[in-house]
């Protein structure tokens, strides 16, 4: 491990080579993971130990990627938590009760190593499985959590949410210091088990003002990157079309800032500043262009990322389902070889 190209630029350290993996690269794309998944739920997967290990290994079988990604889903540590909770093909995580008033956000449990025993037992194994290659855990960031558990389910304006954020701040306030601790304890969970690196997903971020994330987001954010750097892993923190969060999303605690494709590399670093790495941002539509011009582009992204202390390759945002495996195959190799 101590050689590994990921955990040196997230680290802000001279790896031998761009480390490269891919958000999403456990997935739809890989025709042995839906043989894996026929007939099986997506959460029921992300609760079965030799599923999550199974699923968490086939990218870095296929691609030889410089890291793996903990398969897991946004809500998962709301359903362990016994939130009445599905995930509906097509539609995403839907929510049976929506939370409301401070007693709806009381009656969520805290989340305890004992809620998610699969975790444990699925991290062991991959650490065992994976040798030099570095675990990634997982988890959601408490606003993109938060706004599942208001809107009940997938958004596109977030009006529920921004009025509870804006007209109950006690309410508000209650959600997302709960779902902070959800998220700093799921992250918790996966790294004593052996992963090597978090990664926060802020999915949602991008909904909001500068002003309103520094006021309503940022502090619990920055309550779950502390805790994860309490234990002594590099921490990276990704939202998408966070354009002008990004100095923020850095200074909430990120070691690595995750940057989409929207945004040129070269104007983030600069953006986000001398003292955190960097992380993306090939445009994820690119792998179905002609391979010749995928690859120019990944070469102007791995030049662009040299002025940053570390740059560790990724898309911009996760794998799309319809992606050919070879391209990425082909991807890993060319970044990795740069």
């Known amino acids: 491990m101590a050689d590994s190209a990921f955990l040196k630029a997230a680290r802000g350290e001279t790896p031998q080579h761009t480390p490269v993996w891919f958000m999403r690269q456990a997935g739809r794309s890989l025709p042995e ?12 997967s992300c609760m079965d130990a030799d599923l999550i290990t199974e699923i968490t290994l086939q990218p870095v079988r296929r691609y030889g990627v410089d890291a793996a990604i903990f398969y897991s889903d946004i809500v998962l ?16 995580p839907v929510i049976a009760h929506p939370v409301r008033t401070l007693a709806d956000v009381e009656a969520i449990p805290d989340l305890t190593p004992e809620h998610v025993p699969f975790v444990t037992a699925a991290v062991r194994t991959l650490v065992g499985e994976l040798g030099g290659t570095p675990l990634i855990g997982f988890a959601g960031a408490p606003f993109t959590v938060s706004s599942y558990l208001v809107e009940g389910g997938p958004s596109k304006e977030y009006a529920k949410t921004k009025a509870l954020m804006f007209g109950a701040p006690e309410i508000w306030q209650a959600l997302m210091t709960k779902v902070a601790g959800i998220s700093a304890a799921f992250l918790e969970a996966q790294v004593r088990a052996g ?10 971020a991008g909904a909001l003002a500068p002003d309103d994330y520094r006021d309503y987001v940022r502090p619990y954010s920055a309550h779950v990157l502390e805790r994860a750097g309490a234990l002594g892993v590099p921490r990276i923190h990704f ?36 003292d955190r790495g960097v992380q993306g941002n090939l445009d994820p539509t690119l792998v179905f262009a002609p391979t010749e011009v995928m690859l120019a ?3 102007e992204v791995i ?11 990724n898309l911009g945002h996760g794998v799309i389902p319809a992606t ?3 391209q990425l195959k082909r991807l890993t190799e060319f970044v990795q070889s740069a």
């Open 239 to 274: 939202g998408v079309n966070s354009a002008l969060l990004l100095d923020q999303m850095g200074a909430a605690g990120a070691d690595v800032v995750g940057v989409d494709w929207r945004t040129p590399l070269d104007w983030a670093i600069d953006r986000i500043g001398p």
């Open 297 to 299: 582009r990944a070469a």
């Open 77 to 92: 540590p709301l359903k362990a938590v016994g939130v009445d909770l599905e995930i509906k093909p097509g539609v995403g």
């Open 33 to 44: 993971y839906l043989r894996v998944r026929e007939g099986i739920a997506m959460l029921d």
């Open 324 to 326: 050919d495996p070879d």
């Open 303 to 313: 030049e662009a990322g040299r002025r940053a202390k570390g740059h560790i390759f």
């Open 195 to 204: 992963a090597s690196a978090v990664q926060l997903f802020d999915s949602w």
